[in-house]
């Protein structure tokens, strides 16, 4: 096979896989910038020269054809300055997931205890570390597979979070030394949403969708352990549905300051930020 044909290939089988044009034109840039650094590199090679490794190639090619997405293939993911492994055991961190932590880190006072619940891949709470050596940071994450995902991450950057197995379900602990930030970035997608086959098929459904009688259940159990986990004055950060921000806010009547809804880089509702009274 030879560059011109795999280029060919890739094109027309992941358009006729449904994959829309703008995203198979992101996932060529990817495919050249992972093999030759950069797509202006792959574009100087002469077109009809053997393809290397086209046996390597045309498996990533169907995988891709097969929807799973970029991060599982490459194993890993570029979050808030760090490099994380990543795999079906827990979400893949998106773009605006970071505009959560900087949320959260915009209110940390220096030197304070920040958690974050849900923790998954730890990506949150290992990107606070990086940013902030300071903070005491915890990362708490009900699922035993995402935990040690987590914890391998933890290792592999050289980050000093402690991971602990938590679930949001339980009756709220309470902490002799309150944190001073609680981030969130929970399962709130409702069951009847329709997603896309490349998440809906490859991450975890436990940290992708809420309970079917209530698309805010866990922000509702996020408040009661805020409650007793936080400090007075201390900080909620939470990520949303862009759909449910302002109902996720409406739950903080009581106990606490007036909520603000911050928007995304696509300009949607998608962080609560409270501070409680």
Not at 76 to 98: M, N, W, Y
Not at 148 to 164: E, G, Q
Not at 201 to 218: G, I, K, N, Q, R
Request: overall charge negative; glycine content about 4%; charged content about 20%.
């Amino acid at each position: 096979m030879t560059y011109s044909a795999f280029q060919q290939a890739f094109f027309l089988d992941l358009q006729h896989a449904g994959i829309p044009s703008e995203e198979v034109r992101a996932l060529w840039a990817r495919w050249t910038e992972w093999k030759h650094g950069n797509r202006l590199a792959y574009s100087l090679v002469d077109p009809q020269s053997p393809l290397p490794s086209p046996k390597a190639a045309q498996s990533v090619l169907d995988r891709l054809k097969n929807h799973e997405p970029w991060a599982h293939i490459r194993g890993q993911v570029d979050f808030g300055g760090l490099t994380l492994k990543i795999d079906s055991r827990a979400l893949i961190p998106r773009p605006e997931t970071e505009e959560v932590l900087q949320a959260a880190l915009e209110v940390l006072p220096q030197g304070r205890r920040l958690l974050d619940w849900c923790s998954g891949s730890g990506c949150i709470a290992l990107a606070a570390k990086h940013a902030r050596p300071d903070a005491e940071v915890q990362g708490w994450e009900w699922s035993d597979e995402a935990l040690a995902l987590a914890r391998l991450n933890s290792v592999l950057t050289k980050l000093d979070v402690l991971f602990s197995l938590a679930d949001l379900n339980d009756s709220p602990i309470e902490d002799s030394n309150s944190f001073s930030v609680i981030v969130s970035n929970p399962p709130y997608i409702h069951p009847s949403e329709v997603l896309d086959p490349s998440v809906v098929d490859f991450e975890p459904h436990a940290a992708l969708y809420s309970p079917t009688s209530d698309v805010l259940h866990f922000y509702r159990r996020l408040k009661l352990w805020a409650e007793v986990q936080l400090a007075q004055d201390g900080y909620l950060v939470l990520e949303c549905h862009g759909n449910h921000a302002r109902a996720t806010a409406a739950l903080f009547s009581t106990g606490w300051k007036a909520p603000e809804i911050l928007l995304d880089f696509c300009g949607k509702e998608r962080i609560v930020r409270v501070q409680r009274a």
